[in-house]
């Protein structure tokens, strides 16, 4: 599979270039006093290191991340691998699922990863609107034949921060067995989820065929370094495992213990004072910086606690495209909703959000966010008169950009 237009990713990396980044997703907040004083511990952790088998490494961070997780199914499942990133394993899930041949529906709109790294595997897609991820729209989408193979989800979802509550995931999975689907789920998010539940005991008391997989990179800000826990259902096991030891042998010993040195540190202090506090606070500078220039949040996503805030720009007769682009003139990176709707189903409703990431040192997060407000009012102030007949500029999209239906 070759592509000539930039995805996501492309986009989170221009964003590498630019003083004023509010792109990419992952974890880049001041290390901030919780964790100040583990730098001080990291040469006598590289000392441990040596003295310490991969395979304990490996034991003590589950343990620490399902403490924190509050899984203790997570922590005694016989299965588990540790892969450098989450996107490594989205590529074994995926490596996985085209050699059992499935099919595989994916939740729409998300990160536009998965679908681009699956689709290199060789696995065939569908889109499942997250309108739809109920369990009365999902036990006719099951009852159509639609879903076969496998059932792709995001918990939460990335953009929209949306979350399956234990009820649902538990009427979900009974769902996959009753229709014999493998169950995926990308917990990358997990730890900004607040309303926690044990997620696998209940897929091993359903006992549905399940892929799942962690990360710690949304959340922690270790200058990237971080781990991503995959595990399955027993009778994935095999196939999970061979797809693994044929790409990695193992992850950093170091990696793991200093995430284990964060996870329990995070869980003597609580996720709240550790994590979420700030969430919220650049959330509400965020949403108050919104007031006058015609943007709202989302309607899906105005209970959202992950690290990224899923905007509606339809009030100003902007198209996306056309806001990042008005922001980067500015400075400011942000992306571009259309690329979240992965399948390039074409439909108005996509070109209309725009995703801005929160987790960013504080004194670029606030210039960013006031450039970012000003070059709003600015653009919406001066706006030209949009036609009736205008879709607002959905097909205005900037040169080696894809609008996501080219792919």
Known sequence: MTRSMKTLTDLEVDGFHHDFNLADGHAYQDL???????????????????????????????????????????????????????????????????????????????????????????????????????????????ASGVIQGALFIVQPNNPTGRCLSSAELTAIAELCVRHRTVLVLDNSFRLYNRNTYDDYAILHDVGVSYIAFEDTGKVFPLHDLKASLLLCSNDLQALVNDVYNETYLCNSRFTLLLLEMVLQRTLSVGLSAAV????????????????????????????????????????????????????????????????????????????????????????????AIDRMASALRRGVAHRPAMSPTSNGGADDVPAGHSRGNER
């Open 276 to 367: 979420w506090s700030l969430v919220d606070t650049r959330r509400d500078v965020l949403r108050a910086s919104l007031a006058g220039t015609g943007f709202s949040v989302d309607a899906t996503a105005l209970h959202s606690q992950i690290s990224v805030e899923w905007l509606d720009c339809s009030e100003t007769g902007l198209s996306d495209w056309e806001v990042a682009r008005l922001l980067e003139d500015s400075g400011v990176l942000v992306l571009p909703g259309t690329l979240f709707y992965w399948s390039g189903v074409p439909d108005d409703e996509n070109h209309r959000n725009i995703r801005v990431a929160l987790m960013k040192p504080a004194v670029q997060f606030q210039a």
């Open 32 to 142: 901030g006093e919780t964790f100040a004083d583990i730098v001080d511990a990291l040469p006598t952790l590289w000392t441990t290191c040596e003295h310490t088998r991969v395979p304990d490494a490996e034991q003590r961070f589950r343990a620490a991340f399902a403490t924190l997780a509050g899984s203790e199914a997570m922590m005694t499942s016989p299965f588990f691998k540790v892969c450098p990133t989450a996107s490594n394993a989205i590529d074994v899930v995926a490596a996985a699922l085209a050699q059992m041949q499935l099919e595989t529906t994916l939740i729409e709109p998300t990160f536009d990863n998965l679908s681009l790294l699956l689709r290199r595997r060789g696995v065939r897609l569908r889109p499942l609107a997250e309108s739809r991820l109920n369990v009365a729209a999902l036990s006719k989408v099951f």
